[in-house]
């Protein structure tokens, strides 16, 4: 069994035919799937498909893309939010500087919102960083001594020295299938020694298709594909690496019930 600890089932793109992507998942040997929000007007329709769905669970957050337009949603209204027995994360919640869709100030007064409330909750921050090291670690360390808060560094794409500070606030990294990419040497390397414990695999569907799916809509039933590559470059067999990044899946999201 595998989880896909990171996809958008009702993005664009799958919530078209969200009943045969989830048939496909079930099918490749995904037991669990961790849908998430980007927006609050997001939040109802994806709670839904987890109620309907024991597989599926859900996340609330604000996108860093999204936070000039929700400058309302508050750690408290993300707490009431969590409260919802389908909802195991905060998130996705963090800093994207590459495309800068929102003001940085407010990014960084969203981010420490979600961290407040994955504080509160005691539910993973999930975290979005991108060309944005340096303030993401920062905001997290300085967060981090005001109260410890469970974290996952999703869609890893970034240096081997920011996955060391993550890895020593304590935080999980999860790898797509960007790993795949014939150009991801430098990001391949990193995932090669990232310590077992603290490893997940996602697709972040409907995007970054891995290898041999790139140029298709991105879906969880391609989280085999890309765990199979992560452990032949790791060394390792897949059946382990499936059953570690699952145990650590359930370890991190402990709100979530392992199917039965």
């Not at 960083?129 to 970034?158: N, V």
Request: charged letters at 25%; glycine letters at 6%.
């Amino acid at each position: 069994m595998l989880v896909d600890s990171h996809c958008h089932l009702n993005y664009k793109g799958l919530v078209e035919d969200q009943q045969a992507v989830i048939d496909r998942a079930r099918a490749a040997g995904i037991g669990t799937m961790l849908n998430i929000s980007t927006r609050q007007s997001e939040w109802s329709d994806i709670i839904a498909t987890a109620e309907r769905n024991d597989d599926i669970w859900a996340s609330v957050g604000i996108h860093p893309h999204e936070a000039d337009q929700h400058g309302d949603v508050d750690s408290a209204r993300l707490v009431e939010a969590a409260a919802h027995e389908r909802v195991v994360g905060i998130g996705e919640s963090g800093l994207d500087y590459y495309y800068d869709h929102s003001d940085r100030d407010q990014q960084r007064r969203s981010f420490r919102a979600h961290i407040a409330a994955a504080r509160e909750t005691g539910l993973p921050l999930i975290v979005h960083s991108r060309d944005a090291e340096d303030d993401t670690a920062g905001i997290m360390a300085e967060e981090m001594g005001k109260g410890a808060y469970p974290a996952l560094i999703h869609c890893f794409t970034a240096s081997a020295a920011f996955a060391a500070k993550a890895l020593e606030l304590g935080c999980y990294i999860s790898i797509s299938g960007i790993v795949t990419f014939k150009n991801a040497t430098d990001l391949q390397d990193v995932a090669r020694s990232l310590p077992p414990e603290r490893l997940l695999v996602e697709t972040d569907s409907p995007f970054l298709a891995p290898v041999p799916h790139r140029g298709k809509s991105c879906e969880p039933a391609f989280t085999v594909d890309t765990a199979r590559f992560l452990a032949e470059l790791r060394g390792e067999p897949l059946d382990r690496l499936a059953a570690q990044t699952t145990d650590n899946f359930f370890r991190l999201f402990s709100k979530a019930k392992r199917p039965a």
